[in-house]
């Protein structure tokens, strides 16, 4: 069966869900590439996934004050 809207609107507010409650810079940079080779793999099987609309509801790149935000190459490979 085929992911819906849904399920990755449920996704990405547990990885953004995660990102709020840890303070923890090495969670962040986790969560991160994690929320990348999601979208990556999700782009792939679905031509209608909105990369950019779900790295934004994941909260990519957001770390806590005071760390520098490193954008993996991955994301601009995204062609959506």
């Known amino acids: 069966m085929a992911m819906t809207k849904k399920d990755y609107e449920i996704i990405a507010d ?8 840890s303070s923890n810079p090495e969670v962040a940079k986790a969560l991160n ?17 909105d990369v950019v ?9 957001k770390l806590p004050r005071s760390y520098e935000v490193i954008v993996p190459s991955a994301v601009y490979g995204a062609t959506h």
Do not use: H, M, Q, W
């Open 53 to 61: 609309k779900f790295l934004s509801a994941c909260e990519y790149g």
């Open 14 to 21: 547990a990885i953004s869900l995660t990102r709020y409650d």
């Open 33 to 49: 590439t994690l929320t990348v080779r999601l979208a990556n793999l999700f782009d792939e099987a679905n031509p209608r996934f």
